[in-house]
């Protein structure tokens, strides 16, 4: 192999290249003094010496010329001075980068979030959290909450959105909000009329407009049908809430949805929202995490602002 190519396939620190080393020889150089160079990086003049002697003998060659005046750089020390303006501006910008993930100015979020918290205000409190830092980049994938606590679990997702009621082993749950479940009726029904809150058995005789069967929400509701000795009438079966609006508006049955992904659309879709009174209608949603110390800085942004926003909005 010839000789240059060797050098090529040798790490950078067998020849005595580390950054320090490198540092005081540039100092040496453009102070024109090993002396001053010493007080600049305040080391010893003896330990700057032996560190740019020990660089030489490693490459092989001069870098400096020392003479009673101070030191000059030899040919092969202004070559390696010209890489060294180019080194230590990429490290600059490189500390700058790093300085700046550190301090969660920069970074990436891979978030997941059931249909419930995408439904409410959460894309809103997204978007205001972009628009303090533009530089984080996010990541949102919806999923069912099941999902999304294995995906926290083996890491592919850094911060969960699920139900509290969810068991979630080795994670930690922090309380950020409840999402009320209402009953979602046609405009022409005959419970519409009824003054107050709505009972599920007012509900389960009716043709029922469900979620997918994948859905917690759906079995909470099978689970509930049951315990009052009945099953649901499940005529449809969706993967939206906007399915379930839109079937409903059709008559095909009655639904129960959570307020978020119903009030927003009930003046101008035909559909009338009556609070449910039953106490599994308040359903606690938790921000799910593996570790507060171990999130990322971007992370932390992100969940201090998701529970600033919900104190805001209690106040």
Not at 172 to 191: E, K, M, S
Not at 199 to 224: H, K, P, W, Y
Request: hydrophobic fraction near 45%; include cysteine.
């Amino acid at each position: 192999m010839p000789p240059h190519q060797g050098l090529r396939h040798m790490p950078w620190s067998s020849f005595g290249l580390d950054l320090v080393t490198l540092r005081v020889f540039k100092a040496a150089v453009e102070e024109r003094s090993l002396v001053r160079a010493a007080e600049r990086e305040r080391l010893a003049l003896s330990a700057i010496s032996r560190r740019i002697s020990e660089m030489e003998a490693r490459i092989g060659t001069a870098l400096l010329r020392r003479h009673d005046r101070g030191v000059e750089p030899t040919a092969a020390g202004e070559a390696l001075m010209r890489h060294l303006d180019t080194l230590f501006e990429v490290l600059e910008h490189t500390i700058v980068d790093m300085e700046a993930f550190a301090a969660g100015h920069r970074g990436q979020i891979r978030l997941q979030a059931n249909l419930s918290v995408l439904a409410g205000s959460f894309p809103e409190e997204l978007a205001s959290f972009q628009k303090s830092h533009p530089d984080i980049d996010l990541y949102i994938e919806e999923r069912i909450s099941a999902d999304i606590i294995h995906s926290v679990q083996i890491g592919t997702a850094e911060i969960g959105l699920v139900s509290a009621t969810m068991h979630a082993p080795n994670l930690q749950l922090l309380h950020w909000r409840t999402d009320h479940l209402v009953a979602v009726l046609p405009c022409d029904h005959r419970l519409v009329k009824k003054e107050g809150s709505l009972r599920f058995r007012d509900l389960v005789e009716d043709s029922f407009v469900g979620l997918s069967t994948s859905m917690a929400l759906q079995n909470i509701f099978r689970r509930e049908a049951a315990m009052l000795g009945m099953t649901l009438k499940e005529r449809v079966n969706v993967a939206s809430f906007d399915g379930v609006r839109r079937m409903i508006q059709a008559g095909f049955g009655v639904g129960i949805l959570p307020e978020g992904g119903v009030t927003p659309y009930s003046d101008t879709a035909g559909l009338v929202a009556k609070p449910l009174a039953e106490p599994w209608a308040d359903r606690p949603l938790s921000i799910c995490i593996r570790d507060m110390q171990t999130l990322s800085s971007a992370g932390r942004l992100l969940v201090s602002h998701l529970l600033r926003k919900e104190v805001s909005s209690r106040s």
